[in-house]
């Protein structure tokens, strides 16, 4: 039977690509054949392990952190109380009056004298009895944990009497789960705490604080914090997703947003001097995705607790860059708001204090803040995102002059710039090519698109430019629906696989595309705006889409240097597979990553050129029966990547990619086992015969 040679990676290191049909059939092997199950020829794929090409950004596989869907308050940040400074528009929400219509006292929110300016409201408690308070409902409810210990903290005056604080952690059904008492008020505002001990396990907890009269006090800053924090921070992070965000070990981080930046109004961006410093300073913002259709959510608010020196301490946890996007001078392009271009100087200047708030000496003014936060060392801040969806030439104009005084004051700080919502439509190319013009050093392009773009795009960088700027693709997401936003999305293996596939085209373009994440990465399971999302959690417990496997699985066996594959596929042609391959400089390993959307098995003969590969290898492999498959918190594992070893493997071998698959082979080397046998070190080089 006839064989088609099919060489992509020969016209990557030749430079431009021309040829679009040619090299748009060279990885996606997609096409029509009438050969019987089990006649099926092999797919022979070549890897030319002894031509190593580009080296791999370390920044390739990132992360992106919004706070949408409830990822900050209500998520990562673990703060249990919600509005617990009474700064909501209406301040008494997530507050109620306990007993509920009881005239055995009263309250009410004041904010005379309160205990900081910048905090103006609290809650005035009266009590005649020893029953009455108040009750916070979390957010969502509260997740207690069984043996755990929680921090309870306020300010607190007394102005009645010598009043008695009774705080109470209480079940869905009323159940007491633990109780503390603090007294010794004085007329003075002062920060108590107390620790409470919970009893049993709880995910929709809340929080009683009864007075105990005849008394009265003012309460402000009322919150409960676990002790088990992430690496058990006061004012923390959940632990448990954080921990799957390491488990991403992403490259980078990119943060706060998202149309999160942009605000809906210019006086609704995100800014980031609001989000540092004493925690009751930070000023309160309504979450921009507080009124997002389809599922508006109005008790949506930011309270900064997870602020930029929490996101760079978090950047630096991971060993992962930080990449903050900040606003460009333009809310979201639907509210037409925009600042003139005389009056930007305000928003690059926040651009420039960003930068020395993260790397300047601790004797700067801003450096200095950093360091009174307890980092005097710099955060080593390399890359900033300017805007971002922002299109045409407003855009561009704006993103010119951030460029030209940036590029002036900070020539060591890379400015990513955007290309608008969509991958490929008349504002993308007009801002690509304004952008090339301007030298701009690496562009950001974003894909919310159903799996058939992503199978049909896992060659699209295979054509681009080589000259021009640097790519990164800083929100892609396959949906399972039509239309953007639509909540009927599913994240499924579909949906994964073909974002595995388009994975293989940033990998074996790695010359170009030097960073990656999926959007969003969180969505609280009872409080989301958005679907599809990366991990979805409730107060307890959190579980990754199939998505979130693959991109573990590429960031994890992410390699140094990408070699060149090659497919030669028999003609009729019956199979679809999607494939890259690279080299772990630490491991000499040969790493090849291979999807197959198909319902059949795809036969497989592996050359490796010359290198000797050695028994056994890896095999790393995520499946499932159906496309439509899928993950929840009741069976967070149904698909997951699962590892086995393959014995008897010497170049050239035999492989079956199994059906709905993404597949990671990890090839030892003779050079492999010579270092694991003697302890070398790494960069031990291949050897070839
Ligand atoms: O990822 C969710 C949203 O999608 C982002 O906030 C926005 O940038 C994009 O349109």
Redesign the pocket.
Known sequence: MNKRVQSPESTVQSGIRTNLNTVGLAIVILLMSSLACGDVEKVTVTVQADKPGAKISPTMWGV?F?D?NFAADGGVYAELVKNRSFEFPNPMMGWSKIPSGSTLGMIEILDRNPFIDANPHYLRIKADGKDFGVSNEGLRGMGIRAGDKYVFSAQVRAVQGQPALRIVLVGSDERKLAEAKLDGFTKQWKKYSATLCAAATESKARLNIYVEGPSGIDIDMVSLFPEKTWKNRPNGLRADLVQMIADLKPGFIKFP????TEGRRLDNRYQWKATIGDLAERKLMINAFNEFRPRPTPDYFQSYGLGFFEYFQLCEDLGAEPQPVLNCGMAAQFSGQMAPLDQLEPYIQDALDLIEFANGPATSPWGKKRAEMGHPQPFDLKTIRVG??QVGPHYIERYEQFARVLKAKHPEIKLIAGVG?EPDDDRFKFAWGKLRELKAAIVDE?A?KQPGWFFGNAARFDRYDRKGPKVMTG?Y?AHSEPG?INPNNRSNLECALSEAAFMTGLERNADIVVMSCY??LFAHVDAWQ?TPDLIWFDNLNAYGTPSYYVQQMFSCNGGDVVLPVSLQVPEPHTQRLYISAVCDNMTSEIIIKAVNPTKNPIETQINLSRARVASPAKAIILTSPKLTDENSLEAPKNIFPVEGMIQNVSAPFNYSFRPYSFTVLRLSTESTQARRAARIDPMVALRYE
Do not use: S, T
């Open positions: 992106f919004e949408i947003g998202g149309f999160l971002n969806e919502p974003h919310h929100e997401a953007l959007a969003p958005w």
